[in-house]
């Protein structure tokens, strides 16, 4: 039986240019980490950035990504796992078709990020290819989050 806050917790969002799902947040870890799963396709690069508090692990369910830092590259099919630590800029990038991940924070902090930063689908599914987003208003809620942004999409850490 699926509660009302499941149910919320569960509410899928367009966070940039993936489709986001809380699947546990502080709230339900006593703060320890939280778990976000997402799923974009092709191309898709958020901007450079990194979490001043928050380790951040990536598992791939399906697809490939690359996870990109600081003179190290490496390519994650599924079933392959990457840690991002804090404190080291890093982005992802999607190779395959479609890809479907989870980001794992820890501490818990992520999750919140996600929800203040994203927004409720307009329609079922990924957000439409080459949305407008709001660069400010996403670098505002990212420092909030203890995230600093460090380059628009495509850029990748110095080696």
Known sequence: MTTTLDAQRLRPLWFIDDLATVQLDGAA????FD?????????DMPPLHVHLEVDEAFYVLEGELSLHLPGRSVRLEAGRALLAPHGVPHVYRVESDRARWLALGTPAGFADFVREA??????PGLPPA????????????????GIELLGPPGTLPSP
């Open 29 to 32: 870890t006593g703060g320890a």
């Open 118 to 123: 994203g927004d409720e689908p307009e329609a």
């Open 130 to 145: 080459g949305r407008v987003h709001d660069q400010a208003r996403l670098a505002e809620v990212a420092a909030r989050h």
């Open 35 to 43: 778990v976000v799963e997402l799923e974009g396709r092709r191309g």
